[in-house]
Structures are given as C-alpha cells and as structure tokens.
C-alpha cells in the first residue's frame, strides 16, 4: 500500500459529525494482516542500540511503513506504528488504581509516535476506538495515559503476550514461541514472512528482558518485552477527523517531580544530585532554552554533562510541546492555531467530563470514553533518605523567576497559577474557547 500525504484536518468545531467510529477504513487497516506483517517485514522494532539514548535512529518514527487511510467522511490521514518500539512492562513496577477497583496486568509505554532526539517527525496517538490524537507529555500522567490509551486500542493480545511468556519462564523457557507468535492467538503470518524474519522477530521482542547477576534468572520486576509492532497504539500524521488532546500538569510539581526521579541520589548526575543542585539545574536548562545566539534553536543545541536530552523533553512547556519543529506541516499548523484541548493532571475528572461533552457535541461520538486509571510508577532507584525541603524553600524568588519565564505559556493559557503553592489551576484554559 502506497504512502500518500495528505492533508484535510478535521474541523475544529464541526456539527453533525457521524457517531460511527471506527470508520470501516480504519477499522478494514486495524485488523487486516498487511498492518500486522508489514512492520515486521521492515526489520521493526529494531534493535536499539542504547534504550536510553534518544538520537538512537532505530528508535526514528520514519522506520515504520506508513498506510494512507481515506474515509467517505472526507479526510485522510497517514496510519503507522511509528518506531515499532513498544515495551509492555511488568505488573510488579506500578501501583494500579481503576475505578472499578480491579487491576489491570499490561502496561506498555507510548514514546513511539514521537520524534525522539533529532530522528523522524512527531506523530499523534490515535488509539481506534475513539476520535481522539494524543501527544503524549511526560511527568504529566503519561504511565496512567498509556493504560488509559492501550484501553482504547487492543488489551486481549498483550495480556496473552504476558502470559504466554511468563508460563514459557515457569517451564525454565525463556522466549516466546514462533507456533504461539505466528499463529492464530498472535499475529499470524507463518507463511508470508521468512523464517529469518520469524526468528529475528522473535529475539528483538527480548531485547529489554535483563537477567539478574546474582541468581542468572530473568529480572521479572526489571524486565520489559517488546510487542509486536502492529499491536503498538497506533500513529497518525495530522489527526484528521479526531480531537488532539495533551496531557499537561502543574509545571512546578512536574519539574519537582522530574528532578527528585532523575537527578536526586543520583552519582551519574553529580554535583547536582542532591536538592542543592536543584537551582543550578533549573539555571542551566533554562539558559539552554534561552540562547538567542543559536538560530537552530535548543532541540539541537548540545547539552553539557550530566545534562542530556531526556531533561529537555520532560521541562517542556505547553508553547514547546505544540511549536516543536517536529511536527508535520499539516499538524504544525493546527497545534499553533492551538485547535487542541488540554486535560489537566489536577482536575482531571471535570476536564475529562468536559473532553467527553465536546466529543459528543462537536464531533458526535457520544458512546462515552473509559476513565484514565490511576497509576503510580514504583520505580526501582532508591531516593535520598533526607527529608526534602519545603516547597517555600525550594522555590527560592530566583526559581520563581526562572518557572515564570519558562513556562510562560503554562500560566497564561492553562490556567495554572504563578504561586507555586497553589497547586490547581484557578482559571480554565484558554485553548477550551476555541469551540465555546
């Protein structure tokens, strides 16, 4: 199937929009077998070479075939499963809360629709089973999205993944079996694909698994197994005949939140690994930002050490997620005409009662959305016993400063205030207004 760029964006505030989704074409791609075969005939997900390392080509989303969907609605828009770089962690990492106070064994991270480091083109999280694109923020809720999104697209196969490798590890296996895999509870394929590409499908899926040093048994609490890559949440290009929503939080406790998991107690970040470095951290990533003297702008300014490129996606402002020179043209222009709707960590259930209003009125889907669970990363770093400072104490007039010039765009379009002790926002954001 040919690739073709298009680029009809869903009006913002349509009326009338039929309350049939999927539509056929999009749900003929879904569960066809050129969506699952594709990809991994393209050698996907490839091997990184380093997990961690964000300009890593084979984690580009410009590795993945592209499919080009046109509906009878009128729009078109460029599916793929982006860098195919999809690992479902285990249970053990995370405290899981659903509504319905039930657990949920599968989390798969969703990093790969977008752009990480200099590779490919950002790309939206468009789950198929409600209109609605996704760009992912991180420390803003993005474990619980992940679920939440996985929900939305497809749970019954990487359970049974999970558990197919899990009964293979009781039995003394460590793999996933190529008669599981290609055969009717996995993606299928056996004949069209290869024997080479069979097995070496089979061996990337392990590439996260890590065996435990001292007992040379698999890590289970550590170890992540790729999913096939048509089982990844799907991308898309442009979001056409879907809403985009972005995930956003508080930017003081998200700042907070990303030094006290990367930097504190941590010897490869020295000397700022303790709550004293906290200031000179915030010094030093926003003078990277602020550089007027580099026309190429801070994504591809280096960064010195122990600073690296995780820090600069994860203290992004609401104004750099949406004015990234990533995005496609078609999606650059809507995300800064600001045709997108942001759903705040802190008043999480009115924003989403509002999310679900506006997909009924506006676009007519109106089946309802499940709730974003509640989930909480374990992790496995041991933090600094001392006690943190207080927050009057860590966000010292200088800090204040820094926030309010960084994150500008925060304060005044989604409604968070410049106090940091006041948590909530007091105003709604101004993005909403768009559809009012």
């Given at each position: 199937?040919?690739?073709?760029?298009v680029?009809?964006a869903?009006?913002?505030?349509?009326?009338?929009?039929?309350?049939?989704?999927p539509?056929?074409?999009?749900?003929?791609?879904?569960?066809?077998?050129?969506w699952q075969l594709?990809p991994?005939?393209?050698?996907?997900?490839?091997?990184?070479?380093?997990r961690?390392?964000?300009?890593?080509?084979?984690?580009?989303?410009?590795?993945s075939?592209?499919f080009s969907?046109?509906?009878?609605?009128?729009?078109?828009?460029d599916?793929?499963?982006?860098?195919?770089?999809?690992?479902?962690?285990?249970?053990?990492?995370?405290?899981v809360?659903?509504?319905?106070?039930s657990?949920q064994?599968?989390?798969?991270?969703?990093?790969h629709?977008?752009?990480?480091?200099?590779?490919?083109?950002?790309?939206?999280?468009?789950?198929?089973?409600a209109?609605?694109?996704?760009?992912?923020?991180?420390?803003a809720g993005?474990?619980?999205?992940?679920?939440?999104?996985?929900?939305?697209?497809?749970?019954?196969r990487?359970?049974a993944l999970?558990?197919?490798?899990?009964n293979n590890?009781?039995?003394?296996?460590?793999?996933?079996?190529?008669?599981?895999?290609?055969?009717?509870?996995?993606?299928?394929?056996r004949?069209?694909?290869?024997?080479?590409?069979?097995a070496?499908?089979?061996?990337r899926?392990?590439?996260?698994?890590?065996?435990?040093?001292?007992?040379m048994?698999?890590?289970e609490?550590?170890?992540?197994?790729?999913?096939?890559?048509?089982?990844?949440?799907?991308?898309?290009?442009?979001a056409?005949g879907r809403?985009?929503?972005?995930?956003?939080?508080n930017?003081?406790?998200?700042?907070?939140?990303?030094?006290?998991?990367?930097?504190?107690?941590?010897?490869?970040?020295?000397?700022?690994?303790?709550?004293?470095g906290?200031?000179?951290?915030?010094?030093?990533?926003?003078?990277h930002?602020?550089?007027?003297?580099?026309?190429?702008?801070?994504w591809?300014?280096?960064?010195?050490?122990?600073?690296?490129?995780?820090?600069?996606?994860?203290?992004?402002?609401?104004r750099?997620?949406?004015?990234?020179p990533?995005w496609?043209?078609?999606?650059?222009?809507r995300l800064?005409?600001r045709?997108?709707?942001?759903?705040?960590?802190?008043v999480m259930?009115?924003?989403f009662?509002?999310?679900?209003?506006?997909?009924c009125?506006?676009?007519?889907?109106c089946k309802g959305?499940?709730?974003?669970?509640?989930v909480?990363p374990r992790?496995f770093?041991?933090?600094?016993?001392a006690?943190?400072?207080?927050m009057?104490?860590?966000w010292?007039?200088?800090a204040?400063?820094?926030m309010?010039?960084?994150?500008?765009?925060?304060?005044?379009?989604?409604?968070?205030?410049?106090?940091a002790?006041?948590?909530?926002?007091?105003?709604?954001?101004?993005?909403w207004?768009?559809?009012?």
């Amino acid at each position: 199937m040919a690739k073709v760029s298009v680029a009809l964006a869903f009006p913002w505030c349509l009326k009338g929009g039929s309350s049939t989704w999927p539509p056929v074409e999009l749900r003929e791609l879904m569960g066809s077998e050129e969506w699952q075969l594709r990809p991994v005939q393209a050698g996907l997900p490839r091997q990184s070479e380093n997990r961690f390392h964000l300009d890593d080509a084979c984690r580009s989303t410009s590795n993945s075939p592209q499919f080009s969907v046109c509906v009878k609605a009128g729009w078109c828009d460029d599916y793929s499963a982006g860098s195919g770089y999809c690992p479902v962690y285990p249970a053990e990492n995370v405290d899981v809360r659903l509504q319905n106070g039930s657990t949920q064994m599968v989390l798969a991270r969703s990093d790969h629709c977008m752009a990480l480091g200099g590779n490919g083109s950002h790309m939206f999280l468009c789950p198929p089973r409600a209109p609605i694109a996704i760009i992912m923020n991180p420390k803003a809720g993005s474990t619980s999205a992940a679920m939440w999104l996985q929900l939305l697209t497809s749970l019954r196969r990487p359970r049974a993944l999970v558990r197919h490798f899990r009964n293979n590890l009781a039995k003394g296996e460590l793999g996933i079996s190529e008669h599981w895999l290609f055969g009717a509870e996995g993606i299928g394929g056996r004949k069209r694909l290869r024997r080479k590409q069979r097995a070496a499908l089979q061996q990337r899926m392990l590439f996260e698994v890590l065996i435990d040093g001292s007992t040379m048994r698999v890590a289970e609490y550590a170890s992540k197994i790729l999913l096939p890559p048509g089982w990844c949440i799907p991308c898309c290009a442009h979001a056409s005949g879907r809403l985009p929503v972005v995930l956003v939080r508080n930017p003081f406790r998200r700042v907070q939140s990303w030094f006290r998991h990367k930097w504190l107690a941590n010897k490869g970040k020295e000397p700022y690994a303790t709550w004293a470095g906290f200031l000179p951290f915030l010094r030093y990533m926003w003078e990277h930002r602020s550089d007027a003297n580099d026309p190429n702008g801070f994504w591809k300014r280096v960064l010195k050490r122990p600073f690296n490129m995780l820090d600069v996606a994860h203290t992004m402002s609401f104004r750099d997620i949406l004015e990234d020179p990533r995005w496609p043209q078609e999606a650059a222009a809507r995300l800064r005409a600001r045709r997108i709707f942001p759903l705040r960590l802190e008043v999480m259930s009115s924003d989403f009662a509002e999310l679900r209003r506006i997909l009924c009125q506006r676009l007519g889907f109106c089946k309802g959305l499940p709730a974003i669970p509640h989930v909480v990363p374990r992790g496995f770093r041991a933090y600094l016993a001392a006690k943190p400072p207080s927050m009057q104490e860590l966000w010292s007039s200088e800090a204040l400063e820094i926030m309010w010039r960084m994150f500008d765009s925060d304060f005044s379009e989604l409604g968070y205030s410049r106090d940091a002790l006041v948590e909530k926002p007091i105003s709604l954001p101004t993005p909403w207004a768009t559809c009012v």
